[in-house]
């Protein structure tokens, strides 16, 4: 080798010159792992050149041979002009390795030596928050590792940067804002570099949350439930951890605190607003939702009376209809059919009246009472429309001899049948 002096003055000889594009330095592997070795090559032999990293020089070429830094000749490992290799890597090898052709190309390489990774591991500044209160800071960090890049994930899908998922310290860090119930992960933290990764143990988050969406259920579900009958309701709400129930009627507290209400055997005082409060004692936050319950007495007996005499022809006829307890509607029925008002058949609150009365209104008569929860028949009321007489006719000859007998018949259409008296000449 030559002295330092002949190495200085065939550095100084050299001239930088552009880039040239067809020339490139080749690196048998990159990034690479500490400890291992690396040959960096050219597709064309050098003469007069030079290797350097970082801006200081490695070996100066020059026809016939070259020159190390003396500093640097340790793991250096050259065997010709365009291949060098650098043995047990170490971080410190990493940077820019440039090539020179003088007066002809430059060219460069950015190698990378990196440290593998190894136990990537999460951990969170706490994991018990509250939804819409609290934010969430997951921390990702590895026992050894160079290089690192950082990719966040909620189950199997990955988390993107946003104004809730916000990334810091290089992405090593991600805080959730405003943490939502939906938010509890399991989360993990995969950490790369250019010579490998490693997945962090899942984490998840308790967050507490509701009570939201209370509901109110009734069984059975009906507008109107009948006296004496059972109703249970029960009251559920989306909740972490279980929200306690309390119960109020007509916004007076109720004695029960399940989330289960029997009533049995339910009386009309029954009836009223059923409102199920929800509370979560971590959240301090509650909700509410209310049902109607409606409760009535069925009927229990339908009876027509007549109070006002018998049915008269051309005359006035009532019949009344009295229901024990409540009812929405009656209905009015003769011989099996529907009666309907027309202009002399009125019906009052529990009364049919008929007038004027024809013959033809004789029959059976039954009174239909319902409401929402039962209904009832009356037993058959019989009417018969009492007329007459008619005008009387007499049978019997015209001529009978004397000494015989005869007799006289005398018929007039009633009813009731007609009373009858004889007259002879005008006389009784």
Known sequence: MESPSVFFLILTMLTFTDHVHNQRIHASVNPLPVGSSVTLSSDTSITVGSWMFNGSNLVLIYPGGYMLNKNKTERIIFKSPSSLTITSARLADSGLYKLEEMNVFSVELELSVQEPISN????AKT???????????????????????????????????????????????????????????????????????????????????????????????LYMHRSGSDITLS????SSPTATVQWMINEV??????????????????????????????????????????????VTAVVIIN??????????????????????????????????????????????????????????YKCYAFNLVSDMTSSPFAVEVNFGPEMPRVMGPNV?????????????????????????NGSL
């Open 253 to 298: 507290y109720h004695n029960r605190s399940s989330s289960q209400l029997d009533l049995q055997n339910i009386k009309e005082s029954d009836s009223g607003i059923y409102k199920c409060v929800s509370y979560n004692p971590v959240t301090k936050r509650s909700s509410s939702n209310t049902t109607e319950i409606r409760v009535m007495d069925p």
């Open 235 to 238: 009251c559920s709400a989306d």
């Open 307 to 364: 109070n006002g005499g018998p049915a008269i022809v051309d005359k006035m006829f009532t019949l009344r209809c009295e229901v024990t307890g409540p009812f929405v509607s009656i209905e009015w029925w003769k011989n099996g059919s529907l009666i309907v008002p027309d202009n002399r058949t009125v019906f009052g609150n529990k009364t049919l009246t008929l007038n004027p009365v024809q013959r033809s209104d004789g029959g059976l």
């Open 127 to 221: 994991t018990d928050l509250v939804e819409f209160n609290d934010t969430a800071d997951l921390m990702c960090s590895v026992s050894t590792g160079t290089s690192l890049s950082y990719k966040w994930l909620a189950g199997t899908s990955a988390i993107s940067s946003g104004p809730r998922m916000q990334l810091s310290n290089g992405g090593a860090t991600i805080s959730i804002v405003g943490v939502t119930r939906y938010d509890q992960g399991p989360y993990r933290c995969n950490v790369s570099n250019g010579v490998g990764y490693d997945l962090s143990p899942p984490l998840t988050l308790n967050i507490s949350y509701g009570p939201s969406n209370t509901t109110v259920k009734v069984m059975p579900d």
């Open 400 to 424: 009978v001899k004397s000494g015989n007998n005869v007799t006289l018949r005398c018929w007039a259409t009633s009813v009731p049948p007609s009373q009858y008296r004889w007259f002879f």
């Open 120 to 123: 990537a591991t999460l951990s």
